[in-house]
């Protein structure tokens, strides 16, 4: 698999890429914003199968950057940063990162991140199945096929996990979930470290959605989605 590294260090690069490519991977270093925009426009080359992004870079900001990448590429971004506020999280995932890692970092933590996101990205569809085409709950509709959702009519711009973490909620409203079966549904993986995603996830829906008691936390067990009045 070709990666993408965007990390303006040269040690740090060079260190993780050497552990990269003993796993296989080869790794495409960017020291910046604008280079790593450019490794991403030779069309003949391999598509790259994820993006790690570092945050800080010195000629842009790392979610200038993923905003900029995302309109080009479906590519897994995966932001690998010291900011570990629920607040950055959220940001980074609202722009399109699919995953999001703090400094510092063990390195078989991210090789597991790398090939979960890979692997729950690569080929076909991966919604949570349904057997409907929309969902109404209150003044949010939900449309399967198009992957679109509204409230009050109004459109509300969701990333693929957000969408399809909603959508299995909404299949039964009032029933518990537990993290593990979202884990599992969602994100095609039973990897544990999963977990702190799900809870990003769950708080990105309840800010775009305005609707913070949509979801409720089960302590201990997992979310169910309470559905509002109209």
């Known amino acids: 698999m070709r990666l993408l590294l965007v990390e303006d260090d040269d040690h740090v690069a060079a260190a993780l890429s ?5 796993h296989g991977f080869q790794v495409v270093h960017a020291r910046n914003g604008e280079e790593a925009l450019r490794a991403l426009l030779p069309a003949e080359k391999e598509p790259f199968g994820v993006i790690l992004l570092d945050l800080g870079l010195p000629d842009q900001d790392g979610y200038e950057v993923c905003g900029k990448i995302r309109k080009r590429t479906a590519t897994p971004v995966i932001m690998v940063t010291a900011r570990a506020d629920v607040r950055s999280r959220i940001h ?6 699919d995953d999001y890692v703090t400094k510092p970092y063990d390195t078989g933590e991210l090789l597991a991140r790398i090939h979960a996101v890979a692997r729950r990205t690569s080929g076909a569809e991966d919604t949570a199945p349904t057997p409907v085409a929309a969902l109404r709950l209150g003044p949010v509709a939900i449309e399967l096929p198009t992957r679109r959702v509204s409230v009050d009519g109004e459109e509300v711009q969701l990333t693929r996990k957000e ?3 909603l959508a299995l909620l909404s299949q ?10 979202i884990i599992s549904e969602v ?5 544990e470290g999963t977990g702190r995603t799900l809870e990003v996830h769950v708080a990105s829906l ?3 959605l305005r609707l913070p008691t ?3 936390t089960v302590r201990g067990v997992g979310y169910r989605l309470v559905a509002p009045s109209a």
């Open 163 to 165: 969408f399809d973490l």
């Open 172 to 181: 039964r409203p009032g029933v518990v979930f537990r993290r593990e079966q």
């Open 92 to 97: 980074g995932l609202n722009l399109g990162a």
């Open 18 to 22: 050497a552990v990269l490519a003993r």
């Open 187 to 191: 994100w095609r993986t039973s990897w």
């Open 206 to 208: 309840r800010s775009k």
């Open 214 to 216: 949509l979801i409720e």
